[in-house]
């Protein structure tokens, strides 16, 4: 050995070769894995405007989570924190300890994922069906605690709500930004008006916003959110202490707290969605489409229409791009199920009825002249 060469023991050599290994396995999962398609739509009533939904639900986990999954363990993995054999723990409403259980059964390590106690069974069921443990706790508020409580014995926070919006490069590298304007290039309004999404971890929507001035783009960013819920209340006051003001049934956004990877500044709009609207717009969608999705994308479709009509009334043509953010067969026993949503005392129908008269006359009941 030379004198310049840095002093090792056999113990960190191997630690080393684990983790180049580890990183080499994600960048083949990365390279087997195609982009996910970005769908065309046009409805009648809103001429001249160009609709596209980005299929995150392709993913080989169901959801957008996967990109994200993929960053952290990557994150993980560079900051030297994540090593051979080590437990993986993270909290997560379902989407993200899914795709996290895949990753982690990937590299061959032990996950837990600290869910609420109401996360959709079909979600717990498939963390355990990727081998995953779920640690489900009744207070969805001490989730963060728990995970933590997990780490301090010893296992690597994974720590979505901590580090999505650090842990994917906003620059580039095909991030969920990139792949879009990719895919619009050919198309007739390759630079959209808007790109709407939702916020749970805030990531992809910080993605996006910073990818957008990156590039110079005059396109507006704008955030779908469950009414009454904290990213809303928090980017109107820019209160980084806001709470929510109402419960919701979507999954995955519509946070009790504003999550540490939430970028008011680089967001240009809210919109609040009631949940009965939502899931109304999810039905829809599966009409539209001829497949189910999940909740939040029908949040995001009711941002999109609303925007839209906008639109429409000042004239304006333009495209507006959104997100299909995970499968809806995750929902058959809620969203999709007329027993659950009668005991949650939603009825979707006359929303449908009128979602169905809004793409036919391009715009909002009540909002004629507004
Ligand atoms: C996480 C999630 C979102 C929001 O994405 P973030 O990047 O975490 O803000 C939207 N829909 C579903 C189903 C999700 O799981």
New binding site residues.
Partial sequence: MSASAPASTPTDDDARAWSRQAVQRLRQEAARSADTHLLRLEFPGFPGIGFYFKDEAAHPTG???HR?ARSLFLYALCNGRLHAGQAVVDAS????AISEAWFARLLGLPFTAVMPACTSPGKIADVQALGGHCDLVEDPTTVHARAAWHAARGACHLD?FGL?ERATDWRGNNNIAESILGQLAQEPDPEPAWIV?????????A?IGRYLRYRGLRTRLCVAEPRGRAFAHGWHARYRDAGCSRDTVI???GRPRVEP?FLFDVVDEVVEVDDVASIAAAWLLEDLLGRRY????GTNLIACLRLAARMRQRGVRGSIVS?L??RGERYDQTLFDGAWLAQHGLDPQPQLAALRQVLAAGQWPGDAGA
């Fill in positions: 959801s957008l989570k994200l409403s379902g989407s993200t979505q999505a999404c939702g916020a749970g971890t805030g990531g992809t929507s993605t999954e995955g956004i990877g999940g909740g939040s994308s997100l953010c995970d």
